[in-house]
Every structure is written in structure tokens, then in C-alpha cells.
């Protein structure tokens, strides 16, 4: 199952590489504020929709840019896809966007891939085998003082109640460095977790 999401994640790379050349001349559409959808989302969406269907006709599909489901409606294998993970990043030219596709069993996931098309990064997991970057295996950081981590967020503008901001305020003080991503997609907290230990 997890080779046919990678294929799916690579057949949906290739159409945002390609997008990615002219992206002025891509068409967007907003769903709501600050909520974009683009021609390339449903382009992805649909190649990753019949990869699976046809390798898995009795699995379901939740797509997060039609909001559709598809496939077995009452399906054990329900797949969760978003094809373009970080639109507005791509509508603006900024290389931060992943295809996500995960596969939950009974509810739970089971197998996830994260294909960064601008790097050609490949990020995948199943549960109980670990997690690997270009299937090279991810491992735990070794590194135990906070002033010694990284660490990523959505952003660093968020409302909070006063006893959230503090401990974020005792976490910011002590990290090494903070990267924030305001339409942040998977990818940024992957490559902190492939980050050297």
C-alpha cells in the first residue's frame, strides 16, 4: 500500500512541478479568506484519486480540496489525501508545499507520505517500522537542552490565553532557533525531524 501512495505522491509532484513553471498563469480560485484553491490542486487531486482507486477500488478517499469523499463509502481503509499541501505558499512562488497522503485502517493511520516536489524529498512512515527521508531512516535527535533544538511552528503571531503565551514565551527563549510558517504544510517540521542529532 505504501508504494502505491508513493507512486500516487510522485504522479502529483509532477503536475505541481510543472504548474510551478508559469505559476502566474495558473488559475485560483478562494474558498474562503485566506483560503485558496488553484486548478493544480485538483489536477493533483484527481491523479492521486485513480492511482489508488485503481490499485484499491474498495478503499474510501477523503480529498481535502474538493472535500469530497470517494471510493467505498464504509470502507476498514479510508485514505486522506491533500494534493497540494501549501497553496497559498504556491500561488506566491514560495517552494514550501508538499503532496500529504495518509491511510488509516479502522481509524488509525497506518502508512503516511509527505513528497516534497521542489526538492524531490520523500518522507514516509508506517506504524511500527519508522519513518524515513529518501529511505533513509529518520532517528530521534540526541539532544536534551532546549537551547541545543530547533524548533517549528505555524506562526509566532497566535492568540493565546496568558498561561499558553507564557510557557511558549519559556520555550522560544530557551530554543536555539525558531522557524515559523504562516501557511505551513507538513514539510518544514519533516525536515526538522531529519535535522543531524
Known sequence: MLNVAIKAARAAGAIINRAALDVESVRISQKQINDFVTEVDHAAEKIIIET????????????????????????DFVWVIDPLDGTTNFIHGFPVYCVSIALAVKGKIEHAVIYDPTRNDLFHATKGRGAFMNDRRIRVSKRIHMEECLISTVSLIIAFEPPTMFAFDNIFAFASAIIAFFESPPIPKTYIACASP
Open 52 to 75: 489508488l482507486l485503481t490499485a484499491y477500488p474498495g478503499h474510501g478517499i477523503l480529498a481535502e480540496e474538493s472535500g469530497q469523499e470517494y471510493g467505498a463509502k464504509h470502507s
